[in-house]
């Protein structure tokens, strides 16, 4: 199949908006997608055709949208290739579904003394709650190095596991720096003393086929505004003996199966995790989003995607002073840089002057920039409808920016 992708950009109507009369090159997609219009038109549809709430009525437009909304847990499964569609919770977002397993499955596991592996790649989403529940519970928390070109020290890794380590959270794609990181291996590791597994799959379910059997992964958690489709809408995956053996999060609505003032009994999976009203629109929308690339296809798009980034790299380390942050030889459409003699919040506003869209700062990654020494960096991060042109036009803007800065 040829990937197409200038049919791609016709799906998505932001991309042909002007900025300060400029051509968009749109490049931030690591911090959220843009929408295809089959998502927006998804969403109109449902509230402007046949809204209601979910799990409550015997009436037609309820159970339309139970239907739809209830459908969209098996579009997950299978873009995961989960072994049951209940595995698979609705939260907010990964941040929260990190939460989620921390919160649930850590007080109710976890003890004194416990250790908990993070690597130096981590979001700040998956370091937080774990020293929420370090100050609780008196767990310890190891972190694993990174090699200078921005991989997973695997040496170190191993040295660090024990019979005392009790979880290890990861990342699977670094948001900041691309890496991808080899999950499977450390997953089983971690299973060879005994410790569960929790991935960050943020912005390695945009980027690739993600199979959690495979991966042998005990959770896994992704956001669907990373992989085109709605905000306020996210998935933990969680082995069914695990969630089973977790207490709930949150209580309220649709998490019970009865409720005296005596005594509450909890609702079976999913539910038991889904208190109150969903973000029914968004998990609606997520569905569409999947159906979306899925038609696409991901080794279509990890094929386009890699010869995309080999292209921004070759003509970024063109330019003279420019040094790009995290050269793994493994790694997925996320190129980070500085540019000597200009900050990047000064780069990033000049870019936008020429319609270009980066994102610079830290990225929720203070621990990856205080390990290259670095306040912040530049970020392009490359999505579907990515091209050259606007690798082109990203150069030019730096190259301008050079000479402003001389």
Known sequence: ????????????????????????????????????????DTIASLYNKTYANIHRGVYKFSQHSTDAYEAVREKVRGLLNAKFSHECIFVRGATEGINLVAQSYGRAFLNEGDEVILTTLEHHSNIVPWQMLRDE???????????DDGQVDMDAYKKLLSPRTKFVSIIHVSNAIGTIVPVKEMTALAHEV??????????????M?????????DFYVFSGHKIYGPTGIGV?????????????????????????????????????FEAGTPDIAGG????????YVLDIGFDEIEAYEEELLAYAT??????????????????????????EGIHPHDLGTILDQEGVAIRTGHHCTQPIMDRYEVHGTSRASLGIYNTKQDIDQLVAGIRKAQSIFG
């Open 1 to 40: 199949m040829t990937y197409d992708v200038e049919k791609i950009r016709s799906d998505f109507p932001i991309l042909s908006e002007k900025v300060h009369g400029k051509r968009l090159a749109f490049l931030d997609t690591g911090a959220s997608a843009q929408k295809p219009s089959v998502v927006t």
């Open 137 to 147: 519970k008196n767990i310890v928390i190891k972190v694993v190095p990174i090699t």
């Open 194 to 207: 005994g410790a569960k597994v929790l991935i960050d799959g943020c912005q390695a379910v945009p980027h």
């Open 209 to 217: 086929a993600v199979d959690v059997q495979d991966l042998d992964a």
């Open 236 to 272: 933990v995956y969680g082995k069914e003996e695990l969630l089973n053996a977790m207490p709930p999060w949150q209580g309220g609505g649709d998490m019970i199966a009865s409720v005296t003032f005596e005594e509450t009994i909890y609702n079976e999976l999913p539910h038991k």
């Open 284 to 291: 609606i929308g997520l569905g569409a989003a999947i159906d």
């Open 314 to 339: 070759k003509e970024l380390t063109s330019i003279n002073s420019l040094r790009i942050i995290g050269t793994a030889k493994e790694k997925a459409g996320i190129i980070s840089f500085v540019l």
